[in-house]
Structure formats: structure tokens, C-alpha cells
């Protein structure tokens, strides 16, 4: 499999975010959204280089695929969103096995809250459970 040559990202892209079952985010009124943790590293810091997925090449389930753990879900939101925000930089990075795997970066705290503020939960994450005798 050779990789893609990479092409510019279009406004009217979709792209999928993958999410751990912690950024999931059950309001008051019942409406579930992603946590702009989505878009954080383990330290809770914005991910300086926040990979997503480009719906021109990928799917929401392949986007899952990537991340090999199972209690991951899939956030879409409008290509338009990080490419309207003019201190983000949006490149398509293929890798041989993830044709749209794409990068944004300069994401501060509130590009964070934005990009997770325009999410759409299309593939729900499964609980984690953590075995107390282990």
C-alpha cells in the first residue's frame, strides 16, 4: 500500500475525531456532546498536533480502527471550523494505512472548547471498566 499524495483540506470536508470514553459530556437536559478534552493530550494540555480523520478518505469506522482500543468513539465536525480560525494550520499528513490521517495545530484551550462546541457524537464510545481485583 503506498501513501496518498496529500491534497488541501476543503471547507466542506467532514472530520472525525477520535475520543476516549472520559471526554463523553451528558448535559442536564440529556444532550450528549464530546468535552473539548477530545482535543487535549493525556495531561490535559491542547494537543499540539491533533490528528483527525478526512471523510474524503476515511470512515467513521476506519477512523475508529486506527486507535486500536475499544473504548474509543468518533467525533465529526465541518473541515470549515480550525480552517475559518486563522491561527490554526490544517495539513493533511497520510500514513500508509490511514490515507486522511490530518493534523491541526496551534490549538490553545478555547480552539479546544470551539472545535468540541461543533462535534457531533457518530460513533459512541463503550465504557471502560477497570476490574477492582486486578
Do not use: W
Not at 479546544?112 to 471498566?129: D, F, S
Amino acid at each position: 500500500m503506498s501513501i496518498v499524495t496529500p491534497t488541501e483540506v476543503r471547507p466542506v470536508e467532514i472530520l472525525f475525531r477520535r475520543f476516549e470514553s472520559y471526554c463523553r459530556i451528558i448535559d442536564s437536559d440529556g444532550r450528549e456532546r464530546v468535552a473539548s478534552a477530545a482535543f487535549k493530550d493525556r495531561k490535559k494540555k491542547p494537543d499540539v498536533q491533533c490528528s483527525v480523520y478526512r471523510s474524503d478518505y476515511e470512515t467513521k469506522e476506519s477512523a475508529l480502527a486506527h486507535s486500536n482500543q475499544d473504548h474509543y468513539g468518533v467525533a465529526a465536525f465541518p473541515a470549515s471550523v480550525p480552517l475559518e480560525i486563522t491561527e490554526l494550520f490544517v495539513k493533511h499528513m497520510p500514513l500508509e494505512d490511514a490515507p486522511g490521517h490530518t493534523e491541526i495545530y496551534g490549538l490553545t484551550r478555547i480552539y479546544c472548547a470551539v472545535l468540541a462546541e461543533q462535534c457531533q457524537i457518530v460513533i459512541q464510545p463503550k465504557v471502560r471498566t477497570i476490574d477492582p481485583d486486578s
